[in-house]
């Protein structure tokens, strides 16, 4: 996947250059979305198609939100596959989420 991880400067600019703010912004969504993946890999395990479906699809926001496009695609994805009712494709969407989750929050803690 050559997608952005965190495109830092789409997060500034929506943030109006206020650097306060994206530190701010940042730091909620390092408090937000740890607990929010652990629900949905949860709800995965239990097969809960609307909880993955609605924690997927509130992972892809709040990712587009920061700037983390790649996150936030994988994210849109498992969305849509709970949409097309493809549990399936859910588990083979896990690896590459976890891979792009892990790889922004390095990223985000460094920004």
């Known amino acids: 996947m050559s997608t952005l991880v965190f495109n ?3 997060l500034v600019e929506r943030a109006m250059n206020d650097e306060a703010l994206v530190g ?7 408090q937000d979305i740890p607990k929010q993946v652990v629900a949905l890999k949860e709800n ?3 097969g809960d ?4 479906k609605w924690y997927a699809h509130y992972i892809k926001g709040s ?3 920061i700037g983390a496009i790649a996150l936030s695609t994988v994210a849109a994805d498992m969305e849509q596959a709970c949409k097309d009712q493809q549990a399936a494709e859910i588990s083979v969407l896990m690896p590459q ?3 792009q989750y ?3 929050m390095a990223q985000l803690k460094e920004a």
């Open 63 to 65: 990712s587009a939100n």
């Open 8 to 10: 830092r400067q789409a």
């Open 49 to 52: 198609m609307d909880k993955i």
């Open 44 to 46: 995965i395990d239990k």
């Open 102 to 104: 892990e790889l922004l």
């Open 24 to 30: 701010k912004l940042i730091s909620l969504f390092l």
């Open 97 to 99: 989420f976890e891979e």
